[in-house]
């Protein structure tokens, strides 16, 4: 099984809709990332969480919201879907305090909004 | 986190040695050098890292100038699933927003 899983892998949603973005993690990891990635352009960085009371805007947080409900879940909603957020939505772990840790990537979320 | 210039693409034989540069003139002392990669219709991979040595494991070596200026990730001996894009990443574990930053990498063709 995967070490880290994300759920749908493809959605399509309409614009104005509400839609969460579910990942997991079974690594044990206390660091969790949300990152998007448009075509031909590389990820970036819209949240991340240190721990379950710890979470950080990253570049691009605007028109998302996250939850860490536990160690191992991190979710991401648009709270109102709109075209230009059509994208691959990438969930990532990494180990917290390591000085130069490696992060470990979901196979990803295709959305898009119509 | 400081900026990295990498070529767009990049092309190589099956079976050949592939060298991937990477400039880095603005690194400072605390940044580490990463390199990740991104197979088609995948999510990123770690490939290596390092901070002032060259590195070897399983998937590849890291290069690194002696003045830190430039790095060069060493594939061995390139098979077709290496095609990929290729992220050369530097990373400040001092402090300041967490995440990784991504330009547009370069992009490994492998030919048969």
């Known amino acids: 099984d995967a070490d880290v899983t994300q759920t749908p892998r493809n959605r399509i949603t309409k614009t104005g809709k509400r839609i969460m973005l579910e990942c997991s993690q079974t690594?044990?990891?206390?660091?969790m990332y949300w990152y998007r990635q448009d075509p031909g352009l590389g990820l970036r960085l819209i949240y991340y969480?240190?721990?379950?009371?710890?979470?950080n805007k990253g570049e691009i947080s605007d028109g998302y919201s996250v939850s860490r409900q536990a160690q191992a879940k991190f979710s991401l909603s648009l709270e109102s879907a709109i075209p230009n957020q059509t994208a691959l939505y990438f969930c990532?772990?990494?180990?917290?305090?390591?000085?130069?840790?490696?992060?470990?990537f979901g196979p990803g979320t295709r959305l898009t909004v119509t | 986190d400081a900026k990295t210039t990498q070529p767009n693409s990049m092309e190589s034989n099956e079976e050949e040695p592939v060298h991937l540069p990477c400039n880095h003139s603005?690194?400072?002392?605390?940044?580490?050098i990463h390199w990740y990669r991104q197979l088609p219709s995948q999510g990123p991979e770690y490939v290596i890292h390092?901070?002032?040595s060259n590195v070897n494991n399983r998937m590849a070596s890291l290069a690194i100038a002696e003045d830190r200026k430039s790095s060069t990730l060493i594939l061995h001996r390139a098979t077709l699933r290496d095609a990929a894009v290729y992220y050369c990443?530097?990373?400040?574990?001092?402090?300041?927003?967490?995440?990784?930053?991504f330009g547009k990498g370069t992009h490994l063709i492998i030919q048969p």
């Open positions: 969480s240190f721990d379950v009371k710890d979470i």
């Open positions: 390092g901070l002032t």
């Open positions: 990443i530097l990373r400040d574990v001092g402090g300041g927003a967490d995440g990784l930053t």
């Open positions: 690594k044990g990891h206390d660091r």
């Open positions: 990532a772990t990494s180990p917290l305090g390591a000085p130069d840790y490696e992060q470990y």
């Open positions: 603005t690194i400072s002392g605390t940044d580490y």
